[in-house]
């Protein structure tokens, strides 16, 4: 009579047979059992190793716009004190940010002109950084950096002057790296703000120099679309739609600004404004003014820091920032 044999005969059985097996075999072949299973242990803490690490190869994530940082330039720009056009003040300011600039990589161009003013002739220059893209057709973003000249008051223009400068140099360090097809242009204007009245020409002297020279250079066609920052500082930031801006603009800024959550500073409102996007339009080139006029402290001696927050300033740069993708696309269809 016979019995099966249980798991632990079938395994004594295997390990004798095993045991006999292995005296025959070759010295050789324990050596090639040995390198394959070192290979086998080098592969597998390799592909360990690359799971755990990013690849050497993946790009690194675009930067993010930085209202802090950007209110930081704000901060240095208000330092200097009033910057009307022709001062020495606004020489100082453009210093400032050709250097903030030059420390990115950048080469910053200087449009020198001589505007015809109520006071006579003034000496002013526009500040252009070019980010080349897949193509040479341009996409402008702009705004000033020049205050209003205000005898006997001490206007610092933190909202009006300070912010569209210092929110163009944190874009042009978020931009630079991030890829796009048109080409970007960033602008500093000078002389936006009148001498004396906003009447006639005596104002948006910087943007309506830069549309007659590219005129005149039949350059005018190469720019796609303007994009306006003015005043983006205030703490109780609410931009509304501006009529004399292109619809389409308008439509997609908006819609972005839903998209982000940013619905409670671009709010659902029209108002009609003057400013240096005007000479642009007037030139067949779509433009946008992204500002905010209702504002308490404008060109008075309160708009200063303690009416302007960096949290307006990153409400403003994750919008532009969140539209620029679909602008891009509307123009090169």
């Given at each position: 009579m016979s019995r099966a044999k249980t798991g632990?005969?079938?395994?004594?059985?295997?390990?004798?047979?095993?045991?006999q097996n292995v005296k025959l075999l070759p010295a050789s072949f324990f050596i090639v059992l040995t390198a394959a299973a070192v290979g086998t242990s080098v592969w597998y803490f390799a592909q360990a190793d690359e799971a755990r690490t990013p690849s050497a190869q993946s790009a690194p994530a675009p930067a993010a716009f930085d209202g802090a940082r950007a209110f930081e330039h704000l901060r240095q720009l208000v330092a200097i004190g009033p910057r009307p056009a022709g001062s020495a003040a606004i020489r100082q300011t453009r210093a400032y940010i050709t250097r903030q600039l030059s420390s990115l990589g950048f080469t910053v161009e200087e449009q020198a002109f001589t505007a015809q003013s109520p006071f006579g002739p003034v000496e002013m220059v526009n500040l252009i950084v070019t980010l080349p893209g897949r193509r040479p057709d341009r996409l402008l973003v702009t705004g000033h950096y020049d205050t209003k000249l205000m005898?006997?008051?001490r206007?610092?223009?933190a909202s009006d002057g300070g912010s569209s400068a210092a929110m163009l140099i944190e874009l042009a360090h978020v931009l630079k790296d991030r890829p796009h097809e048109l080409t970007y242009e960033l602008v500093w204007?000078?002389?936006e703000e009148a001498f004396v009245d906003w009447q006639g020409l005596d104002h948006t002297y910087g943007s309506r120099f830069y549309v007659q020279a590219a005129t005149k250079a039949k350059a005018i066609g190469s720019i796609k679309t303007m994009i306006l920052l003015d005043m983006v500082g205030d703490k109780n930031l609410q931009i509304r739609r501006d009529r004399?801006?292109?619809?389409?603009?308008?439509?997609?800024?908006?819609?972005?600004?839903?998209?982000?959550?940013?619905d409670q500073q671009f709010v659902e409102f029209d108002t009609v404004i003057e400013d240096d996007h005007l000479p642009f339009i007037e030139a067949g080139v779509p433009a946008v003014d992204l500002i905010d006029?209702?504002?308490?402290?404008?060109?008075?001696?309160?708009?200063?820091?303690?009416?302007?927050a960096?949290?307006?300033?990153?409400?403003?740069?994750?919008?532009?920032?969140?539209?620029?993708?679909?602008?891009?696309?509307?123009l090169i269809r």
């Amino acid at each position: 009579m016979s019995r099966a044999k249980t798991g632990s005969d079938v395994a004594d059985d295997a390990g004798s047979s095993f045991t006999q097996n292995v005296k025959l075999l070759p010295a050789s072949f324990f050596i090639v059992l040995t390198a394959a299973a070192v290979g086998t242990s080098v592969w597998y803490f390799a592909q360990a190793d690359e799971a755990r690490t990013p690849s050497a190869q993946s790009a690194p994530a675009p930067a993010a716009f930085d209202g802090a940082r950007a209110f930081e330039h704000l901060r240095q720009l208000v330092a200097i004190g009033p910057r009307p056009a022709g001062s020495a003040a606004i020489r100082q300011t453009r210093a400032y940010i050709t250097r903030q600039l030059s420390s990115l990589g950048f080469t910053v161009e200087e449009q020198a002109f001589t505007a015809q003013s109520p006071f006579g002739p003034v000496e002013m220059v526009n500040l252009i950084v070019t980010l080349p893209g897949r193509r040479p057709d341009r996409l402008l973003v702009t705004g000033h950096y020049d205050t209003k000249l205000m005898p006997n008051q001490r206007f610092v223009g933190a909202s009006d002057g300070g912010s569209s400068a210092a929110m163009l140099i944190e874009l042009a360090h978020v931009l630079k790296d991030r890829p796009h097809e048109l080409t970007y242009e960033l602008v500093w204007f000078d002389g936006e703000e009148a001498f004396v009245d906003w009447q006639g020409l005596d104002h948006t002297y910087g943007s309506r120099f830069y549309v007659q020279a590219a005129t005149k250079a039949k350059a005018i066609g190469s720019i796609k679309t303007m994009i306006l920052l003015d005043m983006v500082g205030d703490k109780n930031l609410q931009i509304r739609r501006d009529r004399n801006s292109t619809g389409w603009l308008n439509d997609i800024i908006w819609a972005a600004a839903k998209r982000i959550g940013r619905d409670q500073q671009f709010v659902e409102f029209d108002t009609v404004i003057e400013d240096d996007h005007l000479p642009f339009i007037e030139a067949g080139v779509p433009a946008v003014d992204l500002i905010d006029l209702d504002y308490p402290a404008w060109h008075t001696p309160d708009d200063d820091l303690d009416h302007v927050a960096a949290a307006s300033l990153q409400a403003v740069g994750d919008v532009l920032l969140a539209a620029l993708p679909d602008i891009d696309k509307r123009l090169i269809r």
